[in-house]
């Protein structure tokens, strides 16, 4: 099944805002929401499919939740 992010576009690359959803359209809910919530974001906001996660992701969140914990 195909999940989808909020994702900010800045010259370095795509970062993610917020992912898990389920259909475009929530997403799009979301984006519409962020926007009106935090208006001085800079770059293009864009709802992209989900990808992957690489091992040096799953790494760091691990990292993260084990900090905290403690």
Do not use: C, Q
Not at 43 to 53: D, Q
Not at 57 to 63: D, F, M
């Amino acid at each position: 099944m195909k999940k989808y992010e909020v994702v900010r576009e800045t010259k370095y690359g795509d970062v993610r805002i917020r992912g898990g959803f389920k259909s475009k359209e929530s997403a799009r809910m979301f984006l519409e929401e962020y926007r009106r919530v935090v208006p001085h974001v800079r770059g293009t906001l864009k709802v992209v499919e989900e990808k992957p996660k690489t091992i040096a992701e799953e790494v760091l969140e691990e990292i993260w939740a084990r900090k905290k914990e403690v």
